[in-house]
Every structure is written in structure tokens, then in C-alpha cells.
């Protein structure tokens, strides 16, 4: 079974950091694509961050270049997000995408 499961999520306030991570299994992890995804109320899904398979290759949306990271552990078949500098509208639920599969989000709060 291809399961998804984010944790690391919570409240923070503004320009703290929180480091999310995204626990795989059922399927070879090492062979996927892996992304991040955020959802804030009332908005659409929004693409965060990618990662290529083998970890070398990463790309961000310009809202969070420069205060995320993306990486993998591809031994644990496990996905992170470090987060920094957060700021009140990274405030959402998190989601990790390994297409086709999403794991169910976790709420990252960010506010005083």
C-alpha cells in the first residue's frame, strides 16, 4: 500500500522555523520525484518545493526561495521541508506529493 504520512507541523511564531518531514512507504521511494505542496484557507493547492530523485536537483516557488529547504533521505524513504524565517502567510496545511500520491497535510500555524 502507497502511503504518505507528513509530520513536524504546528504553531510557530513569525521568523521561527519548523522542519516538516513526509515518511514513505509501499513503493520505491528512491525512484520518485518528490514535492511540497501547501494549501492555505480559502486559497488553492500551491506547489512549494521539488526534489528530483537521486536529491541533486531542487527548485522553489519564489514565495519561499531562500528560507526553505527540500531534501531526502532516500535510506529512510523519508522527505523534508526546513523552514526559516516564517512568516504569518506560510500559514497552511503541507502536503507531500509523490504523483499520483498525496499524504493527508499537516497545519503549519504561523502567528504570535
Known amino acids: 500500500q502507497v502511503q504518505l504520512v507528513e509530520s513536524g507541523g504546528g504553531l510557530v511564531q513569525p521568523g521561527g522555523s519548523l522542519r516538516l518531514s513526509c515518511a514513505a512507504s509501499?513503493?520505491?521511494?528512491?525512484?520518485?520525484?518528490l514535492r511540497w505542496y501547501r494549501q492555505a484557507p480559502g486559497k488553492e493547492r500551491e506547489w512549494v518545493a521539488y526534489?528530483?530523485?537521486?536529491?541533486?536537483?531542487?527548485n522553489y516557488a519564489d514565495t519561499v526561495k531562500g528560507r526553505f529547504t527540500i531534501s531526502r533521505d532516500n535510506a529512510k524513504n523519508t522527505l523534508y521541508l526546513q523552514m526559516n524565517s516564517l512568516k504569518s502567510a506560510d500559514t497552511a496545511v503541507y502536503y507531500c506529493?509523490?504523483?499520483?500520491?498525496w499524504g493527508q497535510g499537516t497545519q503549519v500555524t504561523v502567528s504570535t
Open positions: 506529493n509523490a504523483s499520483p500520491t
Open positions: 526534489i528530483s530523485s537521486g536529491g541533486g536537483s531542487t
Open positions: 509501499g513503493f520505491t521511494f528512491s525512484s520518485y520525484v
